[in-house]
C-alpha cells in the first residue's frame, strides 16, 4: 500500500500553509529589511493580547495537549511533539521534563516574535528529521536605517476567570549601522473557573520573559547580531497532574553573520552558533494528600550551529541549510515518605542522555512559468545517543547498546498551479525520524492520563513516514475557498503496550508500559477554510477540520482530533471593529481506551470582542474588551488530560500603546 501512495504522488509536494511566492533576487539589505516589516502580528482577530499557545491554536493544522492553563502541547497534524520539530529561527531546544510540561513555545513571549512558521511533514526536515513537520519560532529582528529611529508598544490587561494580569512591553533602536531591542513580558494567573462556576485547583501560573537583541552592519551587505531570551516561570499548577511546577528556567542565546550577494548565483549566506540551557523543577509540595511525594527535577542543555544559503539564478531557487548540535539531558526521580527529610528512593528517569545530531537539507524550487512550478528536496542526518548510565536500560532490555548510531533521509517533491482564480497542488515524502530520549532510553516515567509508568527501549527502530497530500482552492474578490488533505503511513510507529515484567515505582501507577513499535499506523488529515465579503465592512469566515489515526490492527491512534468547525463574522468601521466567533468539536467516537481516552462529549463556545484605535499625542492607542465562552459552557475535550474542564466565561480587557 505504501509503494502505492509513493507512486500516486511521484514528484509531487504539499503546500501546506500557503501557496506559491515567487522569490525574487535580494539586492540589497534595504530590501531584507522590508521583508522582515511586513510580518504578521502575533494577534488573533478575536484577542490582541494572546498567548503563543493562544495563537498556534488559532492554525487549523495545530491542536494542544492540555494539562492546566499554562505550557501546552503542540500537536502539529494530530501528532504528538516527538514526532514535530520545534525551533527558534533555526535553533534546536530540548525541554527538561519527562512530563513534556515545557515545549519550546512556552520559553517564548508574543512580543518578542515577528510570526510562525509551519511546515507540513516533510517540507519541516530543513530543520532536521521529522514526520508531522516543523514549527520555527521567527523573532522581532529590527532593519537598519529606519527614518523613525526609535519604537517600541506597551501592553496591559486583564482577564477575569482567573483574575489573569498581564503586561508585555517592547522597544527598538534602529540606526544606520547599530540595532538594539528589548522586550519584557510578566503574566501573574491564579486558578480558574470551570463552565459550573468552580474552581479548578492547580491551575495558577506566574511568567517572566525577557529579551535582548543587538546587530551591526559591518558592511553594506553584511550584519553581524547577537541575541538573548530569559524565561522563567514560578508556582505553575497542573490540574491533571499528581504534581507542580516550583521553577523553571532557561537562557537561550546566539550570534550569528549573514551576509548578502549583490552579483552571482549565492544571494545569501546566514550563519549561526547558539547555546541555551534549561532547568526544570516538577514536585507535589502543594500537595498534601499525596501518600507519597516525589521530586523530578531536570536539566537540558544544547549547543548548535545552523548556517544556510539561499540560491537564485532565473527561474531557480533554493535553500541549503546545514544543522548541528549537541544535547544533554538529564532527569531525576526522587521518593519521599510525608517527611521529606528521609529519602527512600532516587533513580534517573532520563541517565544522561547525550544526543548529537548532524545533517544538510535543501529545498529546491523551479518556476516552469507563471502560472506553475515544481520543488523537489531532501535531507540526510546523523543521529547519535550515548547514555551514561544504560545500567537503568539494562533491567529491561538486557544488553541494550550504550551508544546508538541512526541515519536519517528524508525526501519530498511537489508541484504547484494556478489557473486563473484557481490554485492546485500535488505532494509527497518520505522521512525517517529517531525515537525522542523518553522513547529511547525512560526509567519509569509516570503517565497520569492512562496511569501508567513507561520504559524507554533503546533498540526501538527508525520510524519511517511515507506521505502524501494535496490542495485546491479557489478566491475572487469576495469569496474564497481553500481545502488540504494529507495522509500519513507511519512503519514502526512508537507507542507504549503493556509490559508482563516490571512492577509500578509509582504507587498510583496500575502498571508498566514499555515503548515499542507497531507494524505501521495510517493518519489521516483535512481542512476546508473559507470566506466571503459579504459588506464592504462586513466579512465572514469558517474552518472545517478533521482527522482520522489508526494502528495496524484498526485501532485509533489517541488524540485525534474529532470533526471541529469555526464560523466567524467580523465589522470593521473606521477606527472600530467588532467580531464573534462559534467554534467547537463534534462528539469523539473514534477514542482509544487502550490508551487512556474516554468518549468526549460535542461542545460550542461562543466568543466576542470590540476593539477601538485612537491616538493620544500622537501615540496609537488600541483597548479592547471581549469575552471568550460567553454562554459559560461546562466542557473539556479530547485533548484535555484527564478530562480536566476548560475554562468557563472569562471577560478580558487590553490596552495598548504604539510609539
Keep these: 500500500m505504501k509503494y502505492i501512495i509513493m507512486l500516486l504522488f511521484l514528484g509531487m509536494s504539499v503546500t501546506a500553509q500557503k501557496t506559491h511566492a515567487h522569490h525574487d533576487s535580494i539586492k540589497n539589505l534595504e530590501e531584507v529589511q522590508v521583508k522582515n516589516a511586513a510580518k504578521k502580528k502575533i494577534e488573533t482577530e478575536m484577542k490582541m493580547a494572546v498567548s503563543v499557545d493562544e495563537f498556534l491554536s488559532s492554525s487549523d493544522n495545530i491542536s494542544f495537549i492540555k494539562r492546566g492553563a499554562y505550557a501546552w502541547e503542540p500537536l502539529l497534524n494530530n501528532m504528538s511533539s516527538e514526532r514535530s520539530t520545534l525551533t527558534i529561527e533555526g535553533m534546536h531546544i530540548f525541554g527538561a521534563c519527562t512530563d513534556k510540561m515545557d515545549p519550546v513555545t512556552s520559553y517564548v513571549e508574543s512580543n518578542n516574535l515577528s510570526t510562525i512558521d509551519i511546515k507540513s511533514g516533510q517540507q519541516g526536515s530543513l530543520h532536521g528529521a521529522t514526520v508531522a513537520g516543523s514549527i520555527d519560532l521567527k523573532r522581532k529582528s529590527t532593519p537598519f536605517g529606519l527614518e523613525k529611529k526609535w519604537k517600541g508598544a506597551y501592553q496591559s490587561g486583564f482577564e477575569f476567570n482567573n483574575k489573569q494580569f498581564f503586561n508585555l512591553g517592547n522597544v527598538a533602536y534602529s540606526g544606520d549601522k547599530f540595532v538594539a531591542e528589548g522586550s519584557i513580558s510578566y503574566r501573574k494567573a491564579g486558578d480558574y473557573y470551570d463552565g459550573n462556576n468552580d474552581e479548578v485547583k492547580h491551575s495558577q501560573y506566574k511568567k517572566i520573559n525577557t529579551s535582548l537583541g543587538f546587530a551591526y552592519k559591518t558592511t553594506d551587505l553584511s550584519s553581524v547580531r547577537v541575541d538573548a531570551i530569559f524565561d522563567m516561570a514560578k508556582d505553575v499548577g497542573y490540574p491533571a497532574l499528581p504534581m507542580d511546577l516550583s521553577l523553571s528556567r532557561a537562557i537561550i542565546t546566539s550570534a550569528s553573520y549573514k551576509q548578502l550577494f549583490e552579483d552571482g548565483l549565492i544571494k545569501v549566506i546566514d550563519s549561526k552558533i547558539y547555546f541555551n540551557a534549561i532547568e526544570h523543577y516538577m514536585d507535589d509540595t502543594t500537595r498534601p494528600e499525596n501518600l507519597v511525594h516525589m521530586d523530578m527535577p531536570g536539566w537540558s542543555t544544547t549547543y548548535g550551529l545552523v548556517s544556510k544559503a539561499n540560491l537564485k539564478k532565473n527561474s531557480y531557487s ?3 541549510q546545514l544543522n548541528a548540535y549537541d544535547n544533554l539531558s538529564i532527569a531525576e526521580m526522587r521518593m519521599y515518605p510525608q517527611d521529606r527529610s528521609n529519602r527512600t528512593m532516587f533513580a534517573y528517569s532520563w541517565p544522561w542522555v547525550t544526543t548529537r545530531y548532524g545533517g544538510i537539507s535543501m529545498n529546491n524550487s523551479w518556476d516552469l512559468s507563471e502560472k506553475s512550478q515544481v520543488s523537489l528536496g531532501g535531507s540526510l542526518g546523523v543521529n547519535y545517543n550515548y547514555s551514561k548510565y544504560v545500567e537503568f536500560n539494562w533491567i529491561f532490555h538486557p544488553g541494550a547498546p550504550q551508544e546508538k548510531t541512526r541515519f536519517l533521509p528524508s525526501l519530498h517533491a511537489g508541484y504547484n498551479l494556478d489557473i486563473d482564480h484557481f490554485n ?9 525520524r529517531a525515537p525522542s530520549v523518553s522513547e529511547g532510553y525512560g526509567y519509569y516515567i509516570y503517565n497520569s492520563f492512562d496511569r501508567y509508568d513507561y520504559i524507554g527501549n533503546p533498540n526501538l527502530k527508525n520510524e519511517i513516514s511515507y506521505e502524501g497530500n494535496a490542495s485546491g482552492g479557489f478566491k475572487n474578490e469576495k469569496l474564497s475557498i481553500q481545502g488540504k488533505i494529507n495522509y500519513f503511513y507511519i ?5 507504549g503496550r503493556i509490559l508482563s515484567m516490571g512492577s509500578p515505582m509509582n504507587y498510583q501507577s496500575v502498571g508498566v508500559k514499555g515503548y515499542t513499535s507497531l507494524d505501521y499506523a495510517t493518519l ?4 476546508i477554510n473559507s470566506g466571503y465579503d459579504i459588506l464592504e465592512h462586513l466579512h465572514w469566515k469558517g474552518t472545517l477540520t478533521y482527522a482520522r ?18 464560523t466567524s463574522l467580523h465589522f470593521m468601521h473606521k477606527n472600530f471593529r467588532i467580531q464573534t466567533a462559534v467554534n467547537g468539536d463534534f462528539e469523539q467516537i473514534n477514542y482509544s481506551p487502550e490508551y487512556g481516552e474516554d468518549l468526549t462529549s460535542a461542545y460550542t463556545i461562543w466568543n466576542i470582542s470590540a476593539d477601538y484605535s485612537f491616538k493620544i499625542n500622537k501615540v496609537r492607542t488600541v483597548v479592547q474588551v471581549g469575552a471568550e465562552n460567553l454562554l459559560n459552557e461546562y466542557y473539556s475535550t479530547y485533548a484535555d488530560w484527564g478530562n480536566i474542564p476548560r475554562m468557563g466565561r472569562n471577560i478580558f480587557t487590553s490596552l495598548k ?3
Excluded: W
Excluded at 492546485?424 to 518520505?430: E, L
Excluded at 512503519?491 to 507507542?495: A, G
Excluded at 490492527?553 to 470533526?563: A, C, E, K, M, S
Design 657 to 659: 500603546f504604539n510609539f
Design 524 to 527: 489521516f488529515n483535512m481542512s
Design 549 to 566: 489515526g489508526m494502528d495496524g490492527q484498526g485501532g485509533n491512534l489517541p488524540f485525534i482530533r474529532p470533526l471541529s468547525y469555526q
Design 424 to 432: 492546485f497542488s500535488v505532494g509527497t515524502g518520505y522521512g525517517h
Design 318 to 320: 533554493s535553500e541549503i
Design 491 to 495: 512503519d514502526n510507529y512508537i507507542i
